[in-house]
């Protein structure tokens, strides 16, 4: 008798978990581009050194977050770098106020020669991407 019960205990537990609905599996956010507006570079870098890199990018509105830097290789020290924030679709109204915010990364010095940076800025009239291109020369 007792076997039972603990069975039926269980099962009704089970049961309960399974119908329970926690909602809409669908996401409730989106990657964006942020636009990179004006970075703080060093001079020039040392080679096997890490220097952090501000950069200061524009903030559509109040459901926008950074979520971080994709920094791809073009080339051998080439790097294109592209601020990526997630943009909430789950609110009813979000404040419409354009902000500025700064944020880091970390770069590590591999190459002794010079370093391009390709800062995406948003795109021209024509869809192409518009580019803020940072030189620095390796000692």
Known sequence: MK????????????????????GDDSPNFHFVTLRIESVEMPESFDLNET????????VPDGCTLLEGFDVTKEEVTTRKVVAVGSQRTDQKTCTEIIREEV????????????????????EDVNGDPLFLEIEVPVN
């Open 3 to 22: 076997r039972t019960f603990l069975a039926l205990c269980a099962l009704a537990v089970v049961l309960l978990l399974n119908s329970c609905d926690l």
């Open 103 to 122: 944020s880091s990364f970390s770069f590590v010095v591999l190459y002794s020669e010079p370093y391009l940076f390709r800062f995406y800025q948003g």
């Open 51 to 58: 220097y952090e890199i501000n950069v200061t990018y524009t």
